[in-house]
């Protein structure tokens, strides 16, 4: 199993960015599928965004597209979450995502297996 820590989280304006990052131990981390998840209080977790091993497929929520970018390196075992044009709605515990599998597609978050604690985000109006 890998296991997972983020950093990056914070305070921004509505309109800032964020980049998050999610550091992984373990030897297979090239072979997982990684992706960020959110949950806001109250609300039930929900599906950011995923990159398969190679970053040959990469998927998003329909809320995110277009405003946040998922990379990888698998050389520094660790992936990335660019959040740019940061909403108030975006605000949210991020947590790390990781599927020992390859599905078809990614859309939920329980497409995944391991988590890490989770980064703290506010976006201010």
């Known amino acids: 199993q890998v296991q997972l820590v983020e950093s990056g989280g914070g305070l921004v304006q509505a309109g800032g960015s964020l980049r998050l990052s999610c550091a992984a131990s373990?030897?297979?981390?090239?072979?997982?599928?990684m992706g960020w998840c959110r949950q806001a209080p109250g609300k039930e977790r929900e599906f950011v965004a995923a990159?398969?091993?190679?970053?040959?497929?990469?998927y998003y929520a329909n809320s995110v597209k277009g405003r946040f970018t998922i990379s990888r390196d698998n050389a520094k075992n660790t992936v990335y979450l660019q959040m740019n044009s940061l909403k108030p709605e975006d605000t949210a515990v991020y947590i790390c995502?990781?599927?020992?599998?390859?599905?078809?597609?990614?859309?939920?978050?329980?497409?995944?297996?391991?988590w890490g604690q989770g980064t703290q985000v506010t976006v201010s109006s």
């Open positions: 373990g030897r297979t981390f090239s072979t997982y599928t």
């Open positions: 990159i398969t091993w190679s970053g040959g497929r990469i």
């Open positions: 995502a990781a599927d020992a599998l390859t599905r078809l597609n990614y859309y939920k978050a329980t497409d995944f297996d391991s």
